[in-house]
Antibody, heavy 117, light 109 residues
């Protein structure tokens, strides 16, 4: 089955860290850029970061650059998002998404990150 | 990296057509063909319905169509159905970053 499954979300205090994971299956993982997209409660979608198939290029939205790091392990068909110095405004449902022809054709169900004291 | 501008809400009756606009700049919407649209029902995952301005993924009915003129892209839904009631987001992929619109809530009256 073609799917993306995120994990690693939870409650964390401001200034803390969290690492999200996304496991891909059912397609050729090494052929695709992969992205993290987030959605704050009751708000719209926001692209967070993406990574090239071989991991050699990574891009970030301005608000997370320097705090978040995207990575991938092609042997495990997985991508990750290391989130440091977390802020209340990072609270959101974090989706893993597959880049298809410059659009996101496959999404996971998301993992919820709550930053609160 | 500014968000694209969409109307907060639109509405239409069953069978009618509605259009949702998505306005950016020459650096995003106006300069690239990588415009996509997503449908999101409450509590559900976003679903790709249009990519490359006008293309529909397999399984998306031809009631959904996309277009672009200058710095504004549009999604048109014809023959509105009750199940079309959802939030719709546009996105532009101008290169090293990607940006979404703020989202439009479609109500089917």
């Amino acid at each position: 089955e073609v799917q993306l499954v995120e994990s690693g979300g939870g409650l964390v205090q401001p200034g803390g860290s969290l690492r999200l994971s996304c496991a891909a299956s059912g397609f050729t993982f090494t052929s695709h850029w992969m992205s993290w997209v987030r959605q704050a409660p009751g708000k719209g979608l926001e692209w967070v970061a993406n990574i090239k198939p071989d991991g050699s290029e990574k891009y970030y939205v301005d608000s997370v650059r320097g705090r978040f790091t995207i990575s991938r392990d092609n042997a495990k068909n997985s991508i990750y998002l290391q989130m440091n110095s977390l802020r209340a405004e990072d609270t959101a449902l974090y989706y893993c998404a597959r880049d298809d022809d410059m659009a996101w054709g496959l999404w996971g169900l998301g993992t919820l990150v709550t930053v609160s004291s | 990296q500014s968000a694209l501008t969409q109307p907060r809400s639109v509405s239409g009756s069953p069978g009618q057509s509605v259009a949702i606009s998505c306005t950016g700049t020459g650096s995003d919407v106006g300069g690239y063909r990588f415009i996509s649209w997503y449908q999101q029902h409450p509590g559900k995952t976003p679903k790709l319905i249009i990519y490359d301005v006008t293309k529909r993924p397999s399984g998306i009915p031809d009631r959904f169509s996309g277009s672009k003129s200058g710095n504004t892209a549009s999604l048109t839904i014809s023959g509105l159905q009750a199940e079309d009631e959802a939030d719709y987001y546009c996105s532009s992929n101008p290169g090293t970053y990607k940006v979404f619109g703020g989202g439009t809530q479609l109500t089917v009256l």
